[in-house]
C-alpha cells in the first residue's frame, strides 16, 4: 500500500527537486552579478585601467555575463547581467532566465 502512493507522489517530489535546484541556480548567479558589480565599482573608484575592471567583474561574474561601466561626473555605475540556464541534462527543458545587478561608487581622490 505504502508502495503506491509512493509511486503516485514519486513525480511531484521530482519536480520539486527540480524547481529548488533551479531557484538554487538563480539565487547564485544574482549573487554573483552583485558581487561582480560591487567589486568593478571599487576598482573604477580607485582608479584602475578599464580593461582590470573588467577582467575584476568577469572573474566573480557567472560565465558570459555582460558588463557595462558608466562614469559620470565623480559617480561610477556598473551594471552586470547574466542568462542562467539549468545546469545538467534539464538545462534545455526550463526557460533561461536573465540576472542582474549594479552598484554605484564615487570616484575617490587622486
Same mark, same amino acid.
Given at each position: 500500500?505504502?508502495? %503506491?502512493?509512493?509511486? %503516485?507522489?514519486? @513525480?511531484?517530489?521530482?519536480? +520539486?527537486?527540480?524547481m529548488?535546484?533551479?531557484?538554487? *541556480?538563480v ?20 582608479g ?8 575584476? %567583474?568577469?572573474?566573480? $561574474? @557567472? @560565465?558570459? $555575463?555582460?558588463? +557595462? ?13 547574466? *542568462?542562467m ?9 526550463? @526557460?533561461?532566465?536573465?540576472?542582474? $545587478? ?6 575617490? %581622490?587622486?
Amino acid at each position: 500500500m505504502v508502495t %503506491a502512493e509512493i509511486a %503516485a507522489t514519486f @513525480p511531484a517530489l521530482v519536480l +520539486v527537486l527540480v524547481m529548488a535546484v533551479w531557484g538554487v *541556480t538563480v539565487a547564485a548567479g544574482h549573487l554573483r552579478c552583485s558581487d561582480a558589480a560591487r567589486e568593478a565599482a571599487r576598482a573604477v573608484a580607485r582608479g584602475e585601467d578599464l580593461s582590470v575592471v573588467r577582467d575584476v %567583474a568577469a572573474e566573480v $561574474a @557567472p @560565465p558570459g $555575463a555582460d558588463i +557595462v561601466v558608466d562614469e559620470v561626473g565623480g559617480t561610477v555605475e556598473v551594471r552586470v547581467s547574466a *542568462t542562467m540556464t539549468m545546469p545538467g541534462a534539464l538545462g534545455d527543458t526550463l @526557460p533561461a532566465r536573465t540576472v542582474s $545587478a549594479r552598484a554605484v561608487a564615487l570616484a575617490e %581622490a587622486g
